[in-house]
């Protein structure tokens, strides 16, 4: 399990980092476990990314996620 708290810019690099690890982590694993990476939004938690057919892991930006991200951005 990994965490990262939103505080700044940092987060994108984060986010990427996470998703990579966690699909790596998934095809490595001898038992279950997610390929995805998720946002706990205040009130659940929110799948931010998809890994396609071919394997390629893409971060999915809903609306309140890039809420954030223009928040944390602006400083």
Wanted: charged content about 15%; cysteine-free.
């Amino acid at each position: 399990m990994m965490w990262h708290v939103i505080e700044d810019s940092s987060v994108i690099g984060t986010a990427n980092g996470m998703a990579y690890f966690a699909a790596a982590g998934y095809s490595d694993s001898p038992g279950p476990a997610s390929p995805h990476v998720y946002w706990w939004n205040g009130t659940g938690y929110e799948q931010l990314t998809e890994v396609s057919d071919d394997g390629t892991v893409m971060i999915r930006v809903s609306p309140g996620f890039q809420a954030v991200l223009e928040k944390v951005m602006k400083g």
